[in-house]
């Protein structure tokens, strides 16, 4: 069965980088139809997108994120990992990895969640 | 990137029908068959209920449904339960390259 795990610190400073990793059990991060992605929810607000991973051949960026986010994919480990440098009190949120299916159609849609993590921002 | 337009909360009776609708444009939604829906619980992990505008995944109850004409997407939520009572969350591929997600609709059951 198909599991993804988030893991990290809990508590990153201000101006610090974010350093996450998901470890996907289960499934094979390169098997060919599977995009890998993070979203993140601040407390008490809504979802926001912030990067998708193909293998190590395509990356994909939330603008509003992208001159501080890194995606990458450790194919050994069967893990990906999630970068965001200078971060802000407003970067606290729940994180999540997910997979990206593929029904023949799009990759665009989160099938299979991890369980989330809190990060928080804070000196 | 704008994000997509959701109402802010929907309500309904047990039993009855209600539709929650997501707006974009012309670089996401009017473009591209490539919406999904998410429900999330409090304190619980989002959940995919709907994708490809459409398609509901396996174990998915056939109550959800969903629906696309020109800029907006639309969730239908039949024979509405006390269970159905969550955020739920839109999202589109764009011209882009990227994800797009609306503001979320909370749905009481009155």
């Known amino acids: 069965q198909l599991q993804l795990q988030e893991s990290g610190p809990g508590l990153v400073k201000p101006s610090e980088t974010l350093s996450l990793t998901c470890t996907v059990s289960?499934?094979?991060i390169n098997w060919g139809s599977h995009y890998w992605g993070w979203i993140r929810q601040p407390p008490g607000k809504?979802?926001?997108?912030?990067?998708?991973?193909?293998?190590?051949?395509?990356?994909y960026y939330n603008p509003s994120l992208k001159s501080r986010v890194t995606i990458s994919v450790d194919s050994p480990k069967n893990q990906f990992s999630l970068r965001l440098s200078s971060v802000t009190a407003a970067d606290t949120a729940v994180f999540y990895c997910?997979?990206?299916?593929?029904?023949?159609?799009?990759?665009?849609?989160?099938?299979?969640w991890g369980r989330g993590t809190l990060v928080t921002v804070s000196s | 990137q704008s994000a997509l337009t959701q109402p802010a909360s929907v309500s309904g009776s047990p039993g009855q029908s209600i539709t929650i609708s997501c707006t974009g444009t012309s670089s996401d939604i009017g473009t591209y068959n490539y919406v999904s829906w998410y429900q999330q619980h409090p304190g619980k992990v989002p959940k995919l209920i709907i994708y490809d505008v459409t398609r509901r995944p396996s174990g998915v109850s056939d109550r959800f449904s969903g629906s696309r004409s020109d800029y907006t997407a639309s969730l239908t939520i039949s024979g509405l339960q006390a269970e159905d009572e969550a955020d739920y969350y839109c999202t589109s591929y764009t011209t882009s390259r990227t994800l797009v997600l609306g503001p979320g609709t909370k749905v009481t059951v009155l």
């Open positions: 997910a997979r990206q299916d593929y029904d023949g159609n799009s990759h665009w849609y989160f099938d299979v």
């Open positions: 809504g979802l926001e997108w912030i990067a998708t991973v193909y293998q190590t051949e395509r990356t």
């Open positions: 289960g499934d094979s």
